[in-house]
């Protein structure tokens, strides 16, 4: 009996050391086989990105700059101000593409015919017009003091019929880029509209930029000037019209704003009487306009 037990408990132990040595072998050598295998016969898959279309109708970019910081007054007061809402009858004129306080094409202020049968894209540029004209107001009832006299300048990117109405008058255009003056009306306010008559729906029009005459210093962001001569201690003369992506606000409203230790921002952003509850819901910087009216901005 004592030899049959030696021989069933070896017979235990030979089992138990072929059932690890198995086990150690398919979860070691024969997983990097399986790889292997799967490597050689298939190959990865690789994600060849979709062509990006370029237009060749575009004004040209924008150059940047770096403007300096200005430090703050050492003496502040102590008190905050509220900025108005983004409209296009607001005469604050905070940003220095005026296009961007416009209302939404979707808006049809101007109450266009058939504007419901255009077609627009995630940013709110029309993509097809279906016959329609749709029309825009970037400027409204205006004072003309509020305005800074002289050629106003309206780059856009794409092909299509733009035209302007109100008090727009038109000096000039050619492929990209017309250039415009504003005039009082009767009444002695300034009103100012852009409509879109035809596009050519391959390149259709977009990225329209309004911007006003003159510049700043690069070593001043709080003054407009026209020229070169008007910058001192060499800094350069920073126009509008190279160089609005590094020159966001006008230089009035910065000028204005400067000194106060805090801003409130509310109007601006719309976000009072807001319909909108999702973050997939919020404004994008990327949208055609900035303005309208609340909810909707």
């Known amino acids: 009996?004592?030899?049959?037990?030696?021989?069933?408990?070896?017979?235990?132990?030979?089992?138990?050391?072929?059932?690890?040595?198995?086990?150690?072998?398919y979860s070691n050598f024969k997983k990097t086989e399986t790889i292997n295998s799967n490597t050689g016969s298939t190959p990865p898959v690789v994600t060849v990105p979709k062509p990006v279309k370029v237009s060749l109708h575009k004004a040209p970019e924008p150059l940047t700059a770096e403007i300096p910081l200005i430090p703050p007054a050492q003496v502040r007061p102590l008190i905050g101000v509220n900025v108005n809402e983004l409209h296009y009858e607001d005469a604050s004129f905070p940003f220095v593409d005026l296009f961007r306080q416009s209302a939404p094409f979707k808006d049809n202020v101007l109450e266009q015919a058939e504007a419901d049968k255009v077609?627009?894209?995630?940013?709110?540029?029309?993509?097809?017009?279906?016959?329609?004209?749709?029309?825009?107001?970037?400027?409204?009832?205006?004072?003309?003091?509020?305005?800074?006299?002289?050629?106003?300048?309206?780059?856009y990117d794409g092909v299509g019929q733009l035209s302007y109405g109100h008090g727009v008058v038109t000096v000039s255009q050619t492929p990209n880029r017309d250039v415009i003056r504003l005039k009082p009306g009767e009444d002695g306010e300034i009103n100012a509209s852009?409509?879109?008559?035809?596009?050519?729906?391959?390149?259709?029009?977009?990225?329209?930029?309004?911007?006003?005459?003159?510049?700043?210093?690069?070593?001043?962001?709080?003054?407009?000037?026209?020229?070169?001569?008007?910058?001192?201690?060499?800094?350069?003369?920073?126009?509008?019209?190279?160089?609005?992506?590094?020159?966001?606000?006008?230089?009035?409203?910065?000028?204005?704003?400067?000194?106060?230790?805090?801003?409130?921002?509310?109007?601006?952003?719309?976000?009072?009487?807001n319909p909108e509850s999702h973050w997939s819901e919020r404004p994008h910087l990327q949208e055609a306009t900035w303005g309208g009216g609340y909810g909707a901005r």
């Open 1 to 25: 009996m004592k030899i049959l037990g030696k021989w069933v408990l070896l017979l235990v132990v030979v089992v138990t050391l072929a059932v690890t040595l198995v086990s150690f072998y």
């Open 119 to 155: 077609e627009y894209d995630a940013q709110g540029w029309p993509l097809r017009l279906h016959g329609a004209t749709i029309a825009t107001k970037f400027i409204g009832k205006m004072p003309p003091a509020a305005l800074v006299e002289g050629d106003y300048v309206v780059l």
């Open 194 to 273: 852009l409509l879109i008559s035809a596009l050519d729906e391959s390149d259709p029009i977009r990225n329209i930029r309004i911007l006003p005459p003159g510049g700043i210093c690069q070593d001043n962001p709080y003054q407009r000037v026209f020229a070169q001569s008007e910058c001192g201690s060499g800094a350069a003369y920073l126009p509008f019209e190279q160089y609005y992506s590094s020159i966001r606000f006008t230089p009035e409203y910065l000028n204005y704003l400067k000194d106060f230790s805090t801003i409130r921002f509310m109007a601006m952003s719309g976000i009072t009487r």
